[in-house]
């Protein structure tokens, strides 16, 4: 069993988990692992340079979650953290005095920008931060370039009514509070998918949409030329998990970027955002929770398989219950022909 994973950001990360635990249960190794092979594309659209270092907090949120050396409490970054050196740089005014770097993240940050002065390429980088720690899955970037994401904000303070930034100071200084315009990707007509990631979507059983960011998450990966081309063609069922229940996020602040591309803060309307593949969209099968069971309803009447189950990843065990849902939703979606366009 080979299942390709689309994810991005601390929800991805414990859909990823599941996913883990689901097929350690399903085709056990006999060692507590799995005979099944999972890897994940991660986005890159979070990235960026700060402090003279390479950031990758998506990237480091899986890697961390894996590894079982992640922050529960927060959330995000590592845990035992300190923040000496993160203080010690806002007394030299060096870097954003609100985005926190603790001193064992750094360390993360300070090894990625070692490796890539040294000309290795960010694929290569993220495969040696890897052989830290046993994940039991394999993390790829989706692509290698450098895809940055700039949001463009109404600002009726600066000339013109709007300005912009990168996506982490609206995310992280600003709380999305800042009305979104626009989301740009910096690079993206140039980038390709990193090596590697075009073969695990065309050689999957399974490819999963993780219920992330829809916009600056999956959206991002999306955005690579050449992904939507590979995930058109794989032979394997796509099947999604909605980030959104009973109309609001899960986590975050998803609803002020679908906002921002006219998007609702609905299951639905991120399925239909995301289209059928028949029609030349993403997915196969969607996944809703419970409380949006009248949305599974309506996308079946509309031609893309939809089925409602328990979205909420409160621990392992139900994380594992989604992943497999999805895996089973995948079988399912499998038996039956794809409709042509």
Known sequence: ??????A????????????????????????????????VIVNTG???????????????????????????????????????????????????????????????????????????????VAA????????????IPATDTEVDTDVDVADPDEPGGERTMHFQEWWTRYRAALPAIAFRQ???????????????ILGADVVLVAPSNPVVSIGTILAVPGMREALAETSAPVVGVSPIIGGKVVRGMADACLSAIGVATSAE???????????????????????????????????????SVPLWMHDLDTSAALAGAAIDAAASAARQPRATQ
């Open 186 to 200: 910096r690079n993206i007509e140039s980038a390709r998918p990193a090596p590697g990631v075009v073969e695990e």
């Open 128 to 139: 040696r931060l890897q052989t830290r720690w046993p994940l039991g899955v394999r993390l």
């Open 46 to 124: 979070d990235d960026l340079w700060l402090a003279g270092v390479r950031l990758s907090p998506d990237f480091d949120s899986l890697l961390y979650s894996l590894a079982g050396v992640n922050d529960t409490e927060r959330g995000w970054g590592r845990a035992g953290e300190s923040e000496r050196v993160a203080a010690e740089l806002r007394e030299w005014g060096v870097g954003w005095p609100w985005f926190t770097l603790g001193d064992l993240d750094l360390g993360t940050h300070l090894a990625r920008t070692s490796w890539l002065r040294e000309g290795a390429t960010p694929s290569e």
């Open 269 to 307: 309307a991120v399925a239909r955002h995301y289209g059928a593949r028949a029609s030349g969209g993403l997915l196969d099968a969607w996944l809703v929770d419970e409380a949006d069971a009248a949305a599974a309803a309506s996308l079946e009447a509309s031609g893309l398989r939809a089925a």
């Open 1 to 6: 069993m080979r299942i390709t994973v689309l």
């Open 8 to 39: 991005g950001g601390v929800g991805g990360s414990r859909f990823v988990r599941g996913v883990r635990e689901e097929c350690a249960r399903r085709w056990p190794d006999g060692n507590g692992g799995t005979t099944a092979s999972v890897t």
